[in-house]
């Protein structure tokens, strides 16, 4: 079965310029997360999608913004770019929505912004 | 508010040695808690998970305890392995949402 598939795996941005993130999740799971990993802030959760709809969303800019298609697949986009927002943005994907379910991580999307 | 504290790394230890990571969590409901592993260049790998008091998770020689009377969820392994170098990061989900949070993350070095 293949895992969560996060592309492009690397991104090289020039500050002010927007850049969309791709998220193909684990075939049949409907939960997917986004979260961002920087040396700084550690983990820190953006927002979670599930069927379609936004079911969570963490303290981010407004210029953080995803959605999420029909075929449970997501992008996630962030406009007007910041050096700051230079991070590894990971992708997770869950069956459903609930406590004991853990989320399949994928291997993530490298952005550096210049 | 909630939050997950991991003792600060990083750690380096011989192949063989074993090996204890603390984690400890705000006792706020009844979150599911959980371990996962970071290889360099890749995503995060649930390692291991348990969803009420007293749980033992435990996964390729990994294994950790929920203990609710200390609010803790340390992770220990008998035996580490070159290989088990990585990042290991604790973790909640709570119990009525879906985000995670996470540690700060420790470094384990294991020498040869």
């Known amino acids: 079965k293949a895992g969560v598939t996060q592309t492009p795996r690397y991104l090289i941005k020039t500050r002010g310029q927007q850049v969309t993130l791709s998220c193909s999740p684990i075939?049949?799971?409907?939960?997917v997360s986004w979260y961002q990993q920087t040396p700084g802030q550690g983990l820190q959760f953006l927002f979670e999608?599930?069927?379609?709809?936004?079911?969570n969303k963490g303290n981010f800019p407004g210029r953080f913004s995803g959605r999420q298609f029909s075929n449970s697949r997501s992008e996630m986009n962030v406009s007007t770019l910041e050096l700051g927002d230079s991070a590894l943005y990971l992708c997770?994907?869950?069956?459903?929505?609930?406590?004991?379910?853990?989320?399949?991580f994928g291997s993530g999307t490298r952005l550096t912004v210049v | 508010g909630n939050s997950v504290t991991q003792m600060e790394g990083p750690v380096t230890l011989s192949e063989e040695a074993f090996l204890t990571i603390n984690c400890t969590y705000t006792a706020t409901g009844y979150p599911s808690l959980f371990w996962y592993v970071q290889y360099p260049g890749e995503g995060l790998q649930l390692l291991l998970k348990a969803t009420k008091a007293d749980d033992k998770g435990s996964n390729k020689g990994f294994e950790a305890t929920y203990r609710k009377e200390t609010t803790s969820f340390h992770l220990e392994k008998g035996s580490v392995q070159v290989s088990d170098s990585a990042v290991y990061f604790c973790a909640r989900r709570e119990t009525s949402g879906s985000r995670l949070t996470f540690g700060e993350g420790t470094q384990l070095t294991v020498n040869p």
């Open positions: 999608y599930f069927s379609e709809t936004q079911r």
């Open positions: 997770a994907s869950s069956l459903e929505t609930g406590r004991r379910d853990g989320y399949t």
């Open positions: 075939s049949g799971h409907r939960s």
